[in-house]
């Protein structure tokens, strides 16, 4: 069973950049796909990108121009680089997984904090 362990977050300016990183404590190509979710306070959780096992990746509003998924297989880690960031993008930030069986994982998440 695959594990997912999020790191990467903490406080940046707005302007700012951060990368998040996912680890899996398995292999990450037995996934249908990767992908990171982020909640802010008081709202519902929403889907920032995604990532396919052969590398093909889909996103939301922040992924156009700001934000960039990765994965390398032979690492089995996942990452989403963020740039430009705002206040708005403030968040628990979540990975995620699809197993072969449909089973969604989940990491226990990674808190980043957008403020001057």
């Known amino acids: 069973q695959v594990q997912l362990v999020e790191s990467g977050g903490g406080l940046v300016q707005p302007g700012g950049s951060l990368r998040l990183s996912c680890a899996a404590t398995?292999?990450?190509?037995?996934?249908?796909?990767m992908g990171w979710y982020r909640q802010a306070p008081g709202k519902q959780r929403e889907f920032v990108a995604q990532?396919?096992?052969?590398?093909?990746?889909t996103g939301g509003e922040a992924l156009k121009g700001r934000f960039a998924i990765s994965r390398d297989n032979a690492k089995n880690m996942m990452y989403l680089q963020m740039n430009s960031l705002r206040p708005e993008d403030t968040a628990v930030y979540y990975c995620s997984a699809l197993e072969r069986n449909l089973r969604r994982i989940w990491g226990q998440g990674t808190q980043v904090t957008v403020s001057s």
């Open positions: 990532i396919g096992s052969g590398g093909t990746t």
């Open positions: 398995g292999s990450i190509s037995d996934l249908i796909n």
